[in-house]
């Protein structure tokens, strides 16, 4: 999003220290800096590996049409207290302090509506003290600096108001419901991220029986035909992959297959931007019983010249590293 133009911009606090949400009752200013703030943060949200998208009807029990009203600060800010007040109550008990930013923005003719709980930080700041012609600067505790533009929260979600398309990123409370369910009353699909782990984890499913040499292998198997796809088009068919994975086990190839099925996963194409999950495919970290890890490249397990696994006569595995040209020391 190039431009956007804010209609309505409030700022909640949640700070669980006073026992109760306090409330804004002014209209944030629609400066130049607020716009760019939340700019960055609807493209990060748009590019986020954790990225989840669904089409809602309703938020907070009103309708798309109603929500079409929230330019009204009137209107809006009533709707933006009960939000506040919704989140406060599921955060509650978990000591962690937030601010609500709640806003409504127009871009290419259209309206959105955009929310995002900005979690605390600590952080020290200086203040700078003249005392007796001297100078001196100190460190002080700051508890609630909101984070950047660029740093994940744990909930934020913008809905198209003219046909309810919604990106979503939340970090779930352990033991509770989505908060997402209850402000937009949706199921959300699956992340990009979370889609590879299901056809990773079948993969894995598909290899419980197998010896551990076996499930090492194919899952790292698995990611080297991922990160491949990645390289060249920036795109995955996860059917295209289990196919070039059992090309010689037919049996296999119909188990697979049937389980992605089961979870809604054949027949996409996942467009994957460059991120931390995409890097992290390309490397394999293996933890032996003894504490001692190993991070390769995945290629590199499937690579003879480079590592060997040596099955030992008491049911141990000995790991050979090849051509080895030096080593380097780091940490």
């Known amino acids: 999003m190039e431009t956007i133009e804010l209609k309505s911009a409030v700022l909640h606090s949640l700070d669980q220290n006073p026992g109760t949400p306090v409330f804004s009752q002014s209209a944030l200013d629609g400066s130049a800096f607020l716009n760019e703030y939340i700019r960055k943060r609807l493209r990060r949200l748009e590019k986020s590996e954790n990225c989840r998208i669904s089409t809602t009807s309703s938020i907070l029990g009103q309708t798309l049409d109603q929500a079409l009203a929230w330019t ?170 289990l196919e070039e994975i059992y090309e010689q086990e037919p049996e296999r190839l119909i188990q697979a297959k049937a389980r992605l099925q089961d979870q809604g996963l054949d027949h996409q194409r996942l467009t994957v931007p460059r991120s931390p999950a995409v890097t992290r495919l390309k490397t394999q970290k293996l933890v032996t019983d003894s504490g001692i890890s190993l991070v390769l490249p995945v290629e590199a397990l499937q690579d003879r010249n480079v590592i060997e696994f040596l099955p030992q006569p008491d049911g141990s595995l000995s790991i050979l590293l090849k051509n080895v040209g030096h080593l380097k020391e780091k940490g």
């Not at 109550?89 to 806003?103: P, T």
């Not at 001196?136 to 934020?156: D, G, N, W």
């Not at 040499?213 to 995955?236: D, G, H, N």
Request: charged letters at 25%; glycine letters at 2%.
């Open 72 to 241: 009204d600060w009137q209107i809006f800010y009533p709707l933006s207290v009960r939000l506040a007040e919704q989140i406060f109550e599921y955060r509650k008990g978990s000591g962690r302090g937030a601010d609500l930013l709640a806003a409504v923005f127009q871009y290419e003719q259209r309206l959105y509506f955009y929310t995002a709980v900005l979690d605390y930080r600590e952080a020290l700041v200086h203040q700078l003290q003249q005392q007796n012609e001297r100078t001196a600067l100190t460190l002080h505790p700051a508890q609630a600096v909101l984070p950047s533009a660029f740093t994940p929260v744990s909930l934020e979600f913008c809905t198209n108001l003219f046909d309810g398309s919604t990106r979503l990123v939340e970090k779930t409370e352990k033991g509770f419901a989505p908060l997402s369910r209850t402000l937009l009353n949706e199921q959300f699909d699956l992340s990009v991220k979370e889609k590879i782990q299901a056809a990773r984890q079948i993969v894995q499913q598909l290899h419980e029986q197998s010896d551990e040499l076996e499930q090492i292998s194919r899952r790292a198997e698995f990611k080297q035909k991922v990160t491949e796809s990645l390289a060249e088009k920036e795109s995955v068919d996860l059917e295209t992959v």
